[in-house]
């Protein structure tokens, strides 16, 4: 009996995620050693998604069991899905809005400042980038060189610099989103579906946090890590926790 179901899907990430371990593994592994040096230096770990979709993976790591409890997601409502979805593309192509973002949270010298976006050219993205190196914070960048590559230099919604964050960032992973984003096509349909993006960020936003903690482990340094609000005990654990970073990350 013929199976109906289509492997297409777990095919093209399961590929997509085993180019990023391939091909972007010393990047991914010196990101994370800088996210444990943070840890050792009791300084937060900044987040960003540029607009849209990749926002979305502040909210993957943020206060979630087995997420680092010094993550601070720099949250701007205006380019977040949450808001009317042709207003937030409008604001997601606004110059002065990422480095509005980085003044409001604190970004300082010798911070550390991971900034997603798939595409990895539109203003947010780029002025957040540029404005926490200006502020002699480290940026790591994870976004698509096949985005930058197929995208004309005078596309409207690139940064006016024209940059990439590739070429605004301290250290970058190549996520390898394909242009487009979309990766299925249905037989007797014209227009491709399934975007990949934001589960390729989310598989390399883990990535990063686990080798994050196994350097700490290996360093004999305690990383901050939630347990689970949902089981019993977890409140009590995370209460030390919360005492130290309330104060210090905006959303919680």
Request: proline fraction near 5%.
């Amino acid at each position: 009996m013929k199976s109906n179901i289509d492997f297409r899907f777990l095919d093209t990430f399961n590929s997509l995620v085993k180019k990023v371990e391939h091909t972007e593994q010393n990047n991914l592994l010196k990101a994370a050693l800088r996210m444990a040096d943070a840890i050792e230096e009791d300084r937060l770990i900044y987040i960003f998604g540029g607009g849209g979709h990749t926002t979305l993976v502040m909210q993957e790591l943020f206060w979630r069991a087995g997420g680092l409890a010094n993550l601070c997601p720099m949250i701007d409502f205006a380019i977040h899905p949450v808001t009317p979805a042709y207003m937030y593309l409008s604001h997601e192509r606004m110059h002065g809005v990422g480095d509005a973002v980085v003044d409001y949270y604190g970004v300082n010298k010798g911070d550390l400042v991971l900034v997603f976006h798939s595409y990895g050219f539109n203003a947010p993205t780029i002025d957040c980038a540029m404005e926490a190196q200006k502020r002699g914070a480290e940026v790591v960048g994870i976004s698509s060189l096949d985005w930058n590559k197929n995208i004309p230099k005078d596309f409207p919604i690139r940064h006016k610099s024209g940059n990439h964050l590739s070429d605004v960032s301290d250290i970058f992973i190549n996520n390898y989103v394909p242009y487009g984003d979309t990766v299925i096509n249905v037989e007797n349909f014209d227009t491709p579906i399934t975007g990949v993006s934001s589960i390729v960020d989310f598989y390399i936003a883990h990535r990063l946090e686990m080798e994050c903690v196994k350097a700490c482990v290996n360093r004999g340094v305690e990383p901050p890590v939630w347990s689970s609000a949902n089981i019993p005990g977890g409140d009590a654990k995370n209460k030390a926790l919360r005492e130290k970073y309330n104060p210090r990350v905006k959303f919680l």
